[in-house]
Each structure stands twice: as C-alpha cells, then as structure tokens.
C-alpha cells in the first residue's frame, strides 16, 4: 500500500473528465496530497449496489490542476494513447503481454482452487467431527437424556471420546487430501487460467505518456483560489452537490471524518443576497456543519498573491 | 408549524425512526466494513455493512491514526481486487471502432481486403485514418440494416448470461451488438471481457478472426467509450448508478442532441416577454381580464341572494354549500393550466433538458425487442454547467413526456399524494462531478383540486405524510 508510484502521475482526460486508474496511484494521493476524488466505477466484487464503488476515480477539475501546478501530475490526452498506442504495438510485446496475463490468470486459478480445496476440506471436517461428537455422545450417556443442546462445553467434554475415532478421521482427511490433489492437475489442466481484464494499460503501453499527448493546465472555475486556498490549510475537499454547496470540506480523511463545512465561493466585489446566507446558515446548521463563504482578491495582479488573499467566513444559524 | 420546522432541524438524529431514510451511498463510507464480507470464496453476498462510526476531528492520537491506516488499507484491497472471467462463463466482446458491420466471412472480399490493407499500411498512419473515416458512412447503413443501434460499438458472439436479457441488440449473424455505455458498465462489473480488434493493433496476427488475443483494460475502454455516441461522463454515472441497484435503463430518443437546437432562442425570448414571478403572473392576469369580456370580475362577484342566504341562520347546509361553491367559483379568476387538456402547439425541448433515459423498475416485465412503457422518464444534468431550468425548458420538457394521471384506491382518496403524483412527472438527474442527485418535477394540477368541493376536513388527515428529515451529520 505504501508504494510510491512513478511522478509525475499521468491524469488521463477522458471526454472532459479527469480519471485516475491505478490504484497505487489513487492511494498514493489520498494520503500524501489529501486528494480524493471520487470512487465512480462499479466494484466487480460487489457489483450491485452504490454504498462502496471502486475504480476509475474521477477527479475535479480543480484537483487535476492543483496537482499538476504541484508537480505531481500531468493531464494525458487518453484516447490518442490508446488508439495510438495499440496500432504502435509490436507482435513481441503482445506476446509478452498475452504471457504475463496468462501466467497471473493461472495463479489465481490456483490460488482460488486451493482455497476451494481448503474449504471442501474444513466442511468435511467439520461434518466429520460432528458425527464423531454425536456418535461419542450416543455411547458416553447410557442413560441417554432426551434431548441435550450440543453446547460448546459439551463438545469439549467430549473431546476425549472423539480421540478413539481421531484415526479414523486421520484417514479420511488423508483421503480427502488424495482426491483433491489427483483433482486438482486435472481441472487447472481443464480450464488454463482465469481470464484478467486489467485496471491500468501500464504494461501494455509505454508508461511515460510521450510529449505530443500531454495536455495543458484544465480549466477551472472561478471558485479555485477557495478550493487551493482550503487544501493548503489541510482540508479534504470533495464535490458539494449533496449539501447545496460547491465544496464539502473535511478536517481529515472523509474515511474517517465527517465534514465540517459546506463551502459556497464569491467573488469580491459580487453582491450577495442576504437570503442566501441566511438559507445556508440554517442548511449547515440542520446537518451539523458551518456553512463557509470565501473568495479571492482579484485586484491581486499575479497568482501567488492571489491564494494568499483568499478570506474566509464562517456562518452558523443562532436561532435566536 | 413554524416551531415543529424548527425542531426537525435541531434535533434531526433523536428520532429513531430517523435513520431509516438515511442513504449510505450518501457519504464516503469506511472501507473497513468491507473487510467484513467474503469476496474471493464464494458469490453469496452478505448484506451491506452498516455505517462506520466517524470522528470529529483529527487528534495526534496513535490510536486514531492505526483506524485510518486500516481504513485505507481496506480501501486500497477492496479497490485492488481484479476483474476476471472464469473460463466456463467468460463472455467475450470484440471492440468495434468503426460501428456495426457484418462478419468478415459474410462479405470475404471487401472486409477482408480493408484488413489486410490496414496491416500493410500500418506504418503510414495518416492513410489509415482517411480509411477508417472513409468506412464510417458504410458502416452506419449496415448498422441501420442489421436492425442494430449505429452507436453500437462492440460484439458478443458467445452471449450468455442473464444481462443479455435487457442489454444490446442481436443481429442477423447471432451477434449481441453493445452501445458504449453497456459495454463499459458490463467490462466494470466484470462480467464481459473485451477485445482490442486485429485492425486497431499494430501486429498482423492470424487474420481468421477479428478477435486480436488482447483484453480491453478498465482504462482502455473509458478512452473507448466515453465520448463516442453521446455519452458522456454524466451520462454514464447515472446509467450505472441506476444499473447497479437494479433498475433497466435504455436509450430514449431525445439522446441525440443535434435535431431541435435551433429552437432554443425562440423560447427564450417568449420567456422574457412573460418576465418572472409574480409581474409575470400579473401581466397574464391583466392580459386575461381584457381577453374575456364576459368576465365575472367586470359585474358584482357576489349577487344579492348569496348575501341573504349568509344571514340565514339556519339553511339546510346542502343548500349552504351550493351557494358557498358560487361563491368560490366566482372568486377562481386566476388563470390555471390543465395539464389534461391537449396541447395546441407544443415547445421542442432543448438539451440537457430532454429525456435520455427511459428507466424500468426491476419488478416490470422487459422484452428488448418491444420496451414497454417507461416507468421513469430521467434527464441528466450537469450541475457545473447549467443553470437552473426556465419555465419554459420545463414545460416543454414536461410536455414531452406521456399523460400519467394519478390512478388507484390511495391516490383518489389522498389529496396530497394526487398533487405530488402529478400528471406528468420526469426525474431530473443532477451530476457534479460522479456525485448524483435525483428530483422529480411533476406537473401538478392545484386547479382541478377544488378544496370547497371537499366535504369538510376530515379528523385522522390533519397531519399528512410525513415530511422527509434533514439528515446529515
């Protein structure tokens, strides 16, 4: 998990959006650059319902630009690397690739095979014991209660009784462990390797996108000097459609943390509507969360200054 | 009223009825919970993790940072999992770029030819693109001929499988043909391995099959898909959003975007003319009197018998009502819209105020060669880009949709509920950035409800349903 991808990590630009899909990557972000994202791809595991999702992550706008000025990502141009990519592909590294995909896709055959046996054989156990248990119980009590609940305490009672049958289940399990592995050469054999639909192109295409499918810094809204000026002081920031706002901010990892504040940005001079404030102060004060107005100084002629610039006001529904 | 307002803010969480309608998918959840379940065993799913305790703020603590730590190694795994396809039920789609066509051996001259071209002049790319530009146009008529979508953009020749029920169109040769938006929510879920064609990679391997040997990666087909025929990411999230938890959705035809968007200024100057609020409910007011000469505001809105029969003390309360009904209708000037009444001229929509979804509950019956009736009709918005909708994008968006009054035992009886069915209804999804949102608009007809027509209130109503909570934390 602490793996430390290559930098810059190349964000690719899909039909507008900006997508990470290598999970190294992803957690790398998350807990070095306080970048989130959001999870929007179905999790194969658990694949109907909405609670977890998984890869690809998307990224605001905001974000991907924040991290390239940062230096640690750059914007690829996705679907020139693939289509360019594949027709640049020669026959060795299809090989290559075919191979290593074989390879791991048997691995988890048997990986999942011997798991599979693991199981069959825990079952067996278990099955084995019990009878043994209720053999041991019929022959131990003479006068047989009618109806005694098999209790943990019971079973270890009995434990002593079912070492007259432990050879025998020594045999069987030996048994069954000869029947797996005459079993399983033949189904690996039967059915080669698990097919793989990897996350990432990595080891099909070169990883360092070239020069001519880098993109330039993505455009942004104007509320980016709040969102720069949050993330600097520490802040998890995520989409705020939820809540009303445009950003939530978190004091620390949304994992673990609720949100503290519901961000809506202005302008400097823009003339706010009291009712605004007034509707999200009693919105943020409902679902226990500051609402937060800010904005930058656009008088500031050049962009350092202006993240300096940037105020903050937090407003909270007295309901006096 | 006010006060009870008051309450449900400020304590929104004593309730315990009040974590019923709380949404899981609606905050980041602890990943931790998922450890919980048992992915690599078997495919019974166990239920969903309840949700995690969260803390208020960060401390330094060791103990808090051990919790974090774990969460994200929870995440990291669960994210990690692969994709894969068993061997006996792997389902294999090869990726068209250039839309439906017929299968190589149905036509062995032309396509044949045009492969083995594209490995000859793989080098010069440049030629190759003018080809595959050139094979567009074709490939659209064959898509049209083959009774297939021309979106489409992969195909399935082994289709097995219970998706295959309510997903892609078969052709003549057997084959499923998927648009991008299936594709790509079928390769996520893992239950489809896709292809990269011979013709798009650069190496002539055995030119028998169009099947090039390599697996499309998650990242692949995101470059694919998204971005061709219309879909977008918006599009895409609410697509497998509502596939996830069950719903069938398909493409509606105000998908395509390009008919109509002359339109859009002439309605927006209507708009202006009727201006906003209440001047605009005014100006229409003022405009309706001296339309209507035989207006009942023009002479006494009250006649002389209905005055008398006030000061009676005792009327039999039959008559009472009769007369209070002259009254109230008498006093109805304002003009109402009866959403059943045909629609003389009706406005085109304009995009992203159009139905692209007709959306099916997963109880309805769905046959792929003859969709029934949506249940829902979604049209999916991006909240960084539009505002909200005007009158008139609503209403042209309401009138595209079908008349669905409010039928059935509970609705004739409940006021509240025939006004909140509506007779037209259309689900706006809003998308920031993978996060959606859902609303419904309904075209609810307060006008054919006449409240002086009802008998009285009646006791066990007062309350009405009960309102959602502020949730949240």
Redesign the interface.
């Known amino acids: 998990m602490n793996t430390e991808p290559n930098l810059p990590i190349p964000i690719s630009h899909i039909a507008g959006s900006y997508f990470i899909f290598s999970i190294d990557a992803v957690t790398y972000l998350r807990r070095e650059h306080h970048i989130c994202g959001v999870l929007s791809g179905t999790l194969p595991q658990i694949p109907q319902q909405n609670v977890f999702l998984g890869l690809p992550l998307e990224l605001m706008a905001e974000e991907a630009r924040l991290l390239v000025e940062k230096g640690v990502a750059c914007i690829v141009d996705e679907v020139n690397v693939q289509t360019d990519g594949m027709k640049a592909l020669m026959e060795a590294d299809r090989q290559r690739y075919l191979q290593e995909l074989q390879a791991q896709g048997t691995q988890v055959m048997q990986m999942q095979a011997s798991r599979k046996e693991q199981q069959r054989e825990e079952a067996l156990k278990k099955i084995e014991e019990k009878k043994a248990a209720n053999a041991a119980k019929k022959k131990a009590s003479q006068p047989p209660p009618p109806q005694q609940p098999a209790t943990d305490s019971t079973t270890r009672d009995d434990e002593s009784v079912v070492g007259l049958f432990a050879g025998d289940q020594k045999q069987q399990q030996q048994q069954g462990s000869d029947q797996s592995s005459s079993r399983r050469p033949s189904t690996a054999t039967a059915s080669h390797a698990m097919g793989i639909t990897p996350a990432t192109s990595h080891s099909l295409l070169p990883l360092e996108p070239s020069a001519k499918h880098k993109l330039p810094l993505p455009n942004v809204p104007s509320s980016y000097p709040l969102f720069a000026h949050l993330h600097s002081e520490g802040y998890f920031l995520s989409p705020g459609l939820r809540f009303g706002c445009q950003y939530l901010a978190y004091p620390g990892d949304p994992l673990r943390f609720h949100s503290h504040f519901l961000v809506v940005s202005t302008g400097w001079h823009e003339e706010l509507d009291l009712m605004e404030i007034i509707a999200g102060g009693r919105l943020g004060t409902g679902v226990k969360k500051g609402f937060l107005i800010g904005g930058a100084d656009e008088t500031a002629s050049d962009h350092e200054s202006r993240e300096a610039d940037v105020r903050t006001f937090s407003i909270e529904w007295a309901g006096m | 009223m006010a006060d009870t307002d008051?309450a449900a803010?400020?304590m929104?969480s004593n309730d315990s009825s009040a974590h019923i309608d709380t949404d899981?998918?609606?905050?980041?959840?602890?990943?931790r919970m998922?450890n919980h379940?048992t992915?690599?065993?078997d495919g019974s799913?166990g239920s969903?993790?309840k949700r995690g305790e969260?803390?208020?703020?960060?401390n330094p603590t060791l103990f808090?940072a051990d919790?974090?730590s774990a969460?994200?190694?929870a995440?990291?795994n669960?994210?990690?999992?692969?994709?894969?396809?068993?061997?006996?039920n792997?389902v294999?789609g090869i990726y068209a770029p250039d839309g439906p066509a017929p299968p190589p051996l149905a036509q062995p001259s032309k396509q044949m030819d045009t492969v083995l071209e594209d490995n000859d002049t793989?080098p010069q790319?440049t030629e190759?693109t003018t080809a595959t530009a050139g094979d567009a146009e074709p490939a659209k008529v064959a898509g049209m001929e083959m009774g297939v979508p021309a979106e489409s953009c992969v195909y399935v020749s082994n289709p097995k499988g219970q998706y295959f029920k309510t997903i892609g169109r078969a052709d003549r040769w057997n084959r499923v043909w998927l648009l991008p938006e299936e594709a790509l929510?079928l390769?996520?879920?893992?239950?489809l391995?896709?292809r990269?064609p011979v013709s798009?990679?650069?190496?002539?391997?055995e030119s028998e099959t169009a099947d090039?040997?390599?697996?499309?990666?998650?990242?692949?087909a995101?470059?694919?898909f998204?971005?061709h025929g219309g879909?977008?990411?918006e599009r895409f999230?609410v697509y497998?959003?509502l596939r996830?938890?069950?719903y069938t959705l398909v493409r509606a035809p105000g998908w395509y975007d390009d008919a109509d968007e002359g339109d859009c200024s002439a309605e927006d100057a209507q708009v202006q003319s009727r201006g906003p609020g209440l001047a605009g409910v005014f100006g229409r007011f003022m405009q309706w009197l001296s339309d209507s000469p035989s207006c009942p505001a023009a002479g006494p809105l009250v006649g002389l018998g209905i005055h008398r029969s006030y000061g009676g003390p005792r009327l039999a309360s039959q008559l009472m009502f009769s007369r209070l009904d002259d009254i109230y209708r008498k006093l109805s000037i304002i003009p109402w819209q009866d959403p059943t009444a045909p629609r003389s001229e009706s406005r085109p929509t304009s995009p992203p105020f159009r139905v692209v979804f007709h959306v099916y509950k997963p109880s309805t019956p769905f046959r792929k060669s003859a969709p029934p009736a949506a249940d829902f009709r979604v049209a999916v918005v991006n909240?960084?880009e539009t505002a909200v909708p005007t009158l008139a994008q609503m209403s042209a968006l309401l009138d595209s949709t079908p008349l669905d009054p409010p039928k059935g035992p509970r609705m004739d009886r409940v006021l509240s509920l025939r006004l909140r069915q509506g007779y037209r209804s259309v689900i706006l999804a809003?998308?920031?950035?993978?996060?959606v949102?859902y609303l419904r608009v309904a075209d609810s007809a307060f006008g054919k409800e006449k409240l002086y027509k009802l008998q009285g209130p009646k006791p066990n109503q007062k309350r009405g349903p009960p309102r959602p909570r502020?949730?949240?934390?």
């Open positions: 008051e803010i400020h929104p899981l998918s609606d905050e980041t959840q602890d990943f998922l379940l992915f690599l065993t799913q969903l993790p969260k803390d208020f703020e960060p808090q919790i974090l969460s994200r190694q995440m990291h669960a994210l990690a999992y692969p994709r894969l396809h068993h061997p006996r792997q294999i793989q790319q190759d929510y390769l996520e879920r893992g239950s391995d896709i990269w798009s990679t650069g190496c002539p391997g090039s040997g390599i697996p499309m990666s998650l990242q692949a995101y470059a694919c998204l971005g879909l977008n990411m999230s497998t959003g996830r938890l069950g909240a960084r809003v998308v920031d950035q993978g996060v949102s502020a949730k949240g934390r």
